[in-house]
């Protein structure tokens, strides 16, 4: 039982190139979540999806795309990145009954030059 | 959410038990109160919750003043894995697609 796994762990990109982070849960959960940390600071939310094919906006959504193929999978797109993009990605999943119990991965660093 | 006020940072001795405290004095009533920590470099990790009763697991105690303005988390005996940032959350329970508001949370050493 792996959890919540997110690839890659650690990505350098060049201002203007896209990229896709992608989550996987294996808990069965319908609840999955975006979070960027920025340092010092706590988890902001980007977006979120309560089922497949559903998503939502979070706080900070701009600059990102979400999507939920899979109960399984949810993937966050950057179309073309900026520095201000420069942070850690968290990804979380929980079931519907309990999103207040959110099970995170390890994140992803990304670092926009 | 209520907004909570936790210390920036605290020291422990491994093997005694740390007491994390945790302000929340606008909490309304049918408002949870969670502990998360992060280890550095990784995800947030849910510890325990509790609405008025004292809660305990595996991991910790939570204990809730009886007017439910502030709360205190107990890690029994302090390990040096537990060092880490540690949360304090206030929300209500269930509600579907909510976030997690993380705070600055207190930072805690686990000293030998």
């Known amino acids: 039982n792996a959890g919540v796994t997110q690839t890659p762990k650690f990505r350098v990109l060049k201002t203007g190139q896209s990229m896709t982070l992608l989550c996987a849960q294996d808990?069965?959960?319908?609840?999955m979540y975006w979070y960027r940390q920025d340092p010092g600071m706590g988890l902001r939310l980007i977006h979120y999806?309560?089922?497949?094919?559903?998503?939502a906006k979070g706080e900070v959504p701009d600059g990102y795309n979400v999507s939920r193929l899979k109960k399984q999978n949810f993937l966050l797109g950057l179309e073309s990145a900026a520095p201000s993009q420069t942070s850690v990605y968290f990804c979380?999943?929980?079931?519907?009954?309990?999103?207040?119990?959110?099970?995170f991965g390890a994140g992803t660093r990304l670092s926009v030059l | 959410d209520a907004k909570t006020t936790q210390p920036p940072s605290m020291d422990c001795a491994e093997g005694r038990a740390a007491n994390l405290p945790c302000n929340h004095s606008?909490?309304?009533?049918?408002?949870?109160v969670y502990w998360y920590r992060q280890i550095h470099s990784q995800g947030p990790q849910y510890i325990i919750h509790?609405?008025?009763n004292n809660e305990t697991n595996e991991m910790a105690s939570l204990i809730i003043t009886e007017d439910r303005k502030s709360s205190t988390l107990i890690l029994p005996h302090a390990t040096l894995r537990d060092t880490a940032v540690y949360y304090c959350?206030?929300?209500?329970?269930?509600?579907?697609?909510?976030?997690?508001?993380f705070g600055g949370g207190t930072r805690v050493l686990v000293k030998p």
């Open positions: 979380a999943s929980s079931s519907s009954g309990r999103a207040d119990i959110q099970y």
């Open positions: 808990m069965n959960h319908e609840y």
């Open positions: 999806s309560v089922g497949e094919g559903t998503t």
């Open positions: 606008t909490i309304s009533g049918n408002e949870y």
């Open positions: 509790g609405l008025k």
């Open positions: 959350i206030v929300r209500v329970d269930k509600a579907a697609g909510n976030k997690l508001t």
